[in-house]
């Protein structure tokens, strides 16, 4: 991709972002967004038709980043287990604190709820593809359990959100463990 278009198309997500701090998804127009951009409305229209396309395309940016978090502790191995996990091999905390403007605007609900369970089906996805990739010792439904583990971790990112960052993606890591070796102990 041009480096211009780029540029243009982060100016044009920033603004989109920036703008949903002071009003609801429904609320900007278009001109508001051209004019936080510092761009004018025909290079908006060169790129998207309206905003909910530039929407979508904030929402699949952060989605593949997302995936790529999620998948980096298992990327260097063939044989995973949890038990080998560090918090420094869990990069998702990492991946919501580099993109914390959208995830506020998702977790305070600006943007619609519909796309928390885009982000939980995202998770769930995730964590099926972990369960088909590496030996399990359960014998819960695999599907339930993505569920299950999907919810759990979006909730803690809701939590994170909620409580303003106070916490490192590094202590919200060693808590996702902790919370995660306390289940094997209570089950």
Not at 27 to 46: L, P, S
Not at 92 to 116: E, G, L, M
Not at 152 to 159: D, L, P, S, T
């Amino acid at each position: 991709m041009d480096r211009r278009v780029k540029k243009t198309k982060q100016a044009l997500n920033q603004a989109l972002l920036t703008l949903l701090n002071h009003k609801t998804f429904k609320q900007i127009t278009i001109t508001d967004i051209v004019q936080e951009a510092d761009v004018n409305r025909g290079t908006f229209y060169k790129h998207y038709h309206e905003k909910e396309d530039l929407l979508d395309n904030i929402i699949q940016d952060v989605l593949a980043d997302l995936k790529n978090a999620y998948r980096d502790p298992y990327l260097q191995t063939n044989h995973f287990s949890i038990q080998t996990l560090t918090p420094s091999m869990i990069k998702i905390f990492d991946h919501v604190y580099n993109h914390q403007a959208f995830y506020k605007q998702v977790i305070n609900s600006s943007i619609s709820y519909h796309f928390q369970n885009q982000i939980c089906e995202v998770i769930r996805e995730l964590v099926l593809d972990e369960s088909n990739s590496f030996i399990t010792t359960t014998n819960a439904e695999p599907l339930l359990l993505a569920t299950y583990q999907a919810h759990a971790i979006f909730g803690m990112i809701v939590f994170w959100v909620e409580e303003g960052f106070k916490h490192s993606p590094k202590y919200m890591s060693e808590q996702l463990l902790l919370i995660i070796h306390a289940k094997e102990q209570i089950i």
